[in-house]
């Protein structure tokens, strides 16, 4: 590491003012702050120190979303040898999902990153670490089939539609991940419409399968087919057809715990979305006039993306609400209006993107009610202790 430092110690001066390359210098920048801590310190005035910074939160989410992945890698390769009827071992099945979602990452690393390069460059600014984690979270949000360079053009459209007009990472009011998915959801409905197909191949000449189309859970809910519906537990641990990241409740609540544990995301909005989806879940059982209604309430909390929106999305610090009390509602809508969009429009089953994006949209005017409300009941209690000194 030291002959590594040494090296671009020696290459900084070209990239620096007055360098051959002193345009580049914000990607210089970026790669030797990722490799290395910078040496910039402050020099004058009081401030507050912390071991947390940017960098460091993004690398617990991104630690926090390893289980997630790793399962979701599995999972692809299961559910290709459960299509074609082989029985292969455990390595197998990670192997083969492994090499069907790793080039969906790297792609939209790629695309993600060069977008974050060049506007740092134009507009001569750092190249902040935002992107790790949402560089990642798009590939986790839609199916493992969905063309690479699908995958390019909604991550070059979150980024700079979702990010840079506003001014980049910090300054946005949609959460990026989610904006690519419903990029892709409204431009090519047909890669995202709950139909998942699972790769396949020709063995030794012999057709296999020549293409599986694995509906799942809530695409089985919407047509009313429950006769198919997978066993709760079967859709608590994941092993079900789906977009790579969602499946798996126990591996979402593995990265919930970390985290909580790490103080990066909101225990309250977790709760609280869970709490929404439940509520509005009992509500609609009381009716039952269609099979969304029919399911038991809790369904709605393994079903879809409803656990990896409100563990990894919902909190996202830059679109949720800032204030305590504001985190409380903002959580509890998100569940609310995910069941809502599930059961009263099951012609979209997965309302819980719609319902995260609307919500970031209403988040500053969550917290601007409530610091007013706040504000009011601190005039009134200083109005009567007035009176009562006079």
């Known amino acids: 590491m030291k002959a590594l430092h040494n090296l671009l110690e020696k290459i900084k001066p070209q990239f620096e003012k007055g360098g051959r390359l002193e345009k580049f210098y914000r990607t210089f920048e970026a790669f030797e ?29 991104v630690i926090a979303l390893m289980p997630v992945m790793l399962f979701g890698m599995w999972n692809v390769g299961y559910q290709h040898y459960n299509a074609i009827g082989l029985e292969v071992d455990l390595i197998d099945q990670f192997l083969f999902g492994l090499i069907r979602v790793l080039p969906l990452i790297v792609v939209s690393y790629a695309s993600g990153l060069a977008v974050e390069f060049i506007f740092a460059t134009i507009r001569d ?11 990642l979270l798009i590939p986790l949000v839609i199916p ?35 904006l690519a998915r419903a990029f892709l959801f409204f431009a090519y409905p047909s890669y995202l419409s709950g139909e998942v197909w699972i790769y ?5 000449g012999q057709a296999l399968v020549d293409g599986f189309s694995g509906a799942t859970p809530l695409a089985l809910l919407a047509s009313g087919e429950l006769q198919y519906l997978p066993s709760a537990m079967e859709m608590f641990l994941g092993n079900i057809p789906g977009s790579i990241g969602e499946t798996s409740t126990v591996a979402v609540l593995l990265g919930a715990l970390v985290l909580v544990a790490t ?17 509005t879940g009992l509500l609609f059982n009381l009716f039952a006039t269609n099979p969304f209604m029919e399911i038991p309430a809790y369904y709605h909390l393994i079903l879809g993306g409803f656990a990896f929106g409100a563990v990894f999305m ?29 059961v009263v429009n099951p012609a979209y089953p997965e309302g ?24 009011k009941r601190r005039l009134r209690r200083l109005k009567n202790a007035q009176v009562k000194l006079s």
Do not use: C
């Open 33 to 61: 702050t990722f490799l290395f801590v910078g040496g910039n310190v402050t020099k004058r005035g009081s401030h507050i120190r912390d071991a947390i910074d940017m960098k460091r939160t993004m690398f617990h989410v």
């Open 125 to 135: 600014h750092e190249v902040n670490e935002g992107f790790l984690v949402s560089g």
């Open 144 to 178: 493992v089939t969905t063309p690479l360079w699908m995958v390019a053009l909604a991550t070059i459209f979150a980024v700079i539609i979702g990010k840079e007009v506003f001014g980049g990472t910090g300054m946005n009011i949609l959460n990026p991940a989610l």
């Open 200 to 204: 396949t191949q020709v063995q030794e």
């Open 263 to 279: 103080g990066v995301g909101s225990l309250r909005i977790m709760l609280t979305v869970v709490a929404g989806g439940l509520f």
């Open 314 to 342: 919902a909190t996202d610090p830059v679109t949720a609400s800032q204030t305590g009390t504001g985190k409380y509602i903002y959580g509890f809508l998100i569940g609310v209006i995910t069941v809502l969009i599930r």
């Open 352 to 375: 819980m993107m719609l319902a995260i994006l609307f919500m970031n949209v209403f988040a500053p005017l969550i917290d601007h009610y409530v610091v007013q409300a706040n504000a």
